[in-house]
């Protein structure tokens, strides 16, 4: 029965995922397909009519890639924030100067996601909240701290990550033949 639930979920979740045209889902389908299955599969023992599982594992699939497009794209507005974007996009991908090197940023955002893990817990949720459209003073508010501690924090957290990333670069491309 539980075999039957996980077939049934990830077919449903994939081929709602199908109906996205866009090359971003079709490169994460797989991803994302298994991403709503899992979620699914685990709602799926408090369900109260079976019946809606189809319909719920879509939902739950169609908000499984809302999350993911909305990481990625905290992710571009992070990467345009510590690095001067060039006016140059190659292939639908922005490019950035790092440490005097054009790279595109599918190329740095392993990088980023590296120098944020090395960020203290608070450093990074006021990061990731802060790139994401919150001010200074609400994330204060928010995590018990004054608006000029919030504002340090972010500073010196960016510049970490900046200094990390550069040195990153630098280190991969010294080793590049």
């Not at 090359?23 to 019946?51: F, Y």
């Not at 996009?89 to 595109?104: D, N, Q, S």
Request: aromatic share 8%; with cysteine; hydrophobic share 45%.
């Amino acid at each position: 029965m539980e075999g039957d639930t996980w077939e049934r979920a990830h077919d449903a979740a994939d081929r709602w995922l199908r109906r996205y045209g866009d090359t971003w889902t079709r490169q994460n389908r797989d991803d994302l397909a298994q991403e709503a299955t899992i979620a699914s599969w685990r709602w799926a023992a408090a369900m109260a009519t079976p019946e809606r599982f189809t319909i719920a594992v879509a939902t739950i699939a169609k908000r499984v890639r809302g999350r993911a497009l909305r990481a990625e794209r905290r992710q571009q507005r992070m990467l345009a924030g510590f690095f001067a974007a060039r006016d140059t996009v190659v292939g639908g991908e922005p490019w950035f100067t790092v440490a005097g090197h054009r790279l595109p940023a599918s190329q740095l955002q392993p990088w980023l996601q590296a120098a944020l893990a090395a960020l203290s817990s608070l450093d990074r949720q006021l990061m990731l909240a802060f790139h994401e459209g919150f001010c200074c003073d609400e994330l204060a508010e928010r995590f018990c701290q004054t608006p000029s501690c919030v504002k340090t924090r972010i500073h010196r957290a960016r510049n970490r990550v900046r200094a990390e990333v550069e040195a990153s670069v630098c280190k991969a491309l010294a080793l590049a033949p």
